[in-house]
């Protein structure tokens, strides 16, 4: 059921073990830096915002790395049930509320509150959240972040009215694994991310996907989120 | 935002200050003020067995004392929250919730660190929206007023708020599990798994099949579940049980290994294993569960003095006398001037002084045991079968005889207990003797049973009644005699209307029944007939 895991050194398993402790010292990081931030004489000043939000984006891309090698170990296996598809968006929005108030970016939430879907809330929340954060380095003023059913899928979207993806991440869509390219940042990662948990929830004869183009209604990138 | 915390009572439990500041500069932004804040799982616990609170956030990891799962386990079991309390655990990173969850207890959620106020906002809000939605089936489930729980429950159900449909439904199976219906409960399932494969609902296939005896079958659809969702403990701890069943002890072994590789902390899990492993020979693996166990219990509601029997017992077996004493000694710190802890004590001590050659002491703790055992209301049977072991061990076989032949009536519809109490009078070359007084009584019961339903099915009901009390009388704590008095006696209401003492008798019986640790949809289902035939009386009443 579990695959043993060798104990050669290879660099998935030290990176596999050095994520919890660079976490840990995160966790310390982001409680002393709010700490110094409510202590501090200048703490409106933006530079904890940035701080904190820093923080926050290298914890979630941590986290990510961690369920990625724990899939890589097939450890890992998703918790289905059933939510409300408004749930899912507003605690994507709320983990990415320090960024909000700090970017004055416009986040429009468009979900009828009758929609249901099947998934993994905490992974499809976080893969979802680090899109948006993207979004919002890049989006100038407004992102619209909706839901609707289409066919036998819900569909996540995640739009802004920035510059959209450039060419070369398209070229590499069908292979997503290269697109892990480093020189993108997170962006990568977390795209990367949402695919391959995209792909594990599975109904029937259904798989799930994500696809991205610049076909955005606001003018800029488009991503999409297809659960079965 | 109308959602507000205003009138809410909240308890913060945090080891760090800093955290706990954090926290509640949070709560504070959402306008509740009425939050306390504790620093270890003892002070919380004091918190909550004083005030009612609404919400709690818990951290899971508290430096020394308790952890969050042990004060959520104590939460539980001494029932310190009301139902519409929202109990969030907050964790330290993305382990899969369920890892961490107990055999039974679970928090409403998990909240990973760090989060944002929005987060924990939203966490709240909707957790308390469901709390509250279903607070009053809850609650008679609780009190287990199954019929009540049920017609709650349905006509929720049959409203039109979607939201909580699948909550329902996992709420209605389970109610009709623990009320014996489990061919409605496998008809909800089976509707659940039609629209989706979902753990739970398989699960809750997989524990129909075992509470109904399809042993093989429960073994197959959880072997499939625990394959598919290796998060899911308690399914681990039903394929455990059906293993047991059906004697793939080893099998039984295994898989709690596994569950324990993946949730060390439950205790429960670990004195199961401790139990099994020992059955098993396999010495190591049950010292360390016991180990696991006593170590756990310390801060646990779940301790328990069998686990430091249970470790004494393995060490004076290795001839590791000394260290059982040891174990012994840190048992009694551990429950003072409790009965039954005294007599596991002065048990492990007589065969520990036997091996010694110490006549005096050997004397003295039988002696004590003696009084002990008799001063003591409820003998758990594993250890009235150790009272008679050590009885015949200083050369007083009639009272083991006779603590045996009890054992034997009582329980001889426990298969897995005969069996024990064969390999114990084997080593003493007695298996004879048991084993002719097990087969006897296996037909007398038998005997007496066939006779009740063929009076039953005739209608003869006064001459199953009767029958019945004579058995009592002979096996006076016996589960399935019982259970089928019961059964007549309420047929009996049903056919020729009821009276007090017919009820009283009924509901001492169930009570009897209950204490004896009879299965509880058995109970459950009982207590759904009963309230029809209350039902009935009523109505008839008001038609007459």
Redesign the interface.
Known sequence: ??DKVTPELNFSTILGCSV?DM??SL?II??LV??LA?DSRHSDNPQFGQLEFE??RM?NIL?QL??LYKIDLT?F?L????Y?VE?LL??A??????LLALNSITIKVECQP?L?C?CDF?VIT?ALGTILNNAQRYAKQNILFSAKQHNQFMVLCIEDDGEGYPETFFYAQEKVQDQVNFNTGSTGLGLFFAQTIAAMHI?DDERGATEIDNNSSLGGARFRLFLP | MTFSLKAKKILVIDD?P??R??VR?MLYTLDAFDINEVGSGIEAIAAMAKDHFDIVLCDYNLGAGKTGLQILEEVRVRKLLPFSAVFIMIT???T???VLGAMENKPDEYL????????L??RIE?NIQRKIYLADIEREKEKQNWPAAIRLCESKLHSSQ??YH?HLQKLRAELAIATGDFKFARSIYDDVLKQ?????AQYGLGEICFLQGNYEQAVTILEQV??????MMEAYDCLARAYLAIEKKVEAEEILK?AIGLSPQAILRQQKLAGVAENNGNIEVANKAYQAAVELGKNSIHKSSADYSGLAKLHNKNNESEQALTVINAMREEFNNDTESELRAALIENSIFQGQGEAELVEQSYQRAKILFKHLQTVPKELQLEMAVICHKNNESELADQIVGNLIKNHIDDDAFMSEIKASQDDLGKAGESDMLINKTRKELVEINNKGVRLFKQGRLPEAVQLMERAREKMPANKTIILNFIKILLQDAKVSGVNKDKLLQIQQLMNQAMKLGTAPHKIGSIKMEYSRIIQAQKQGESNG
């Open positions: 059921m579990v919890h976490k840990n966790g982001q409680n709010s700490q409510k923080a926050n914890n986290m961690l369920v450890r296996s918790n289905i049930d059933e409300p749930d507003n605690e929005v709320a983990q990415q509320e320090v009758d249901y099947y905490n976080s109904n | 760090f800093g955290m500041k954090s500069e330290a990173e993305q899969p919730g369920m990973t660190k760090p989060f944002t106020t929005r987060q906002l939203t909707r979607r939201k699948s989706r494969n979902l753990n739970w625990v394959e598919q969702s290796p998060m596994t």
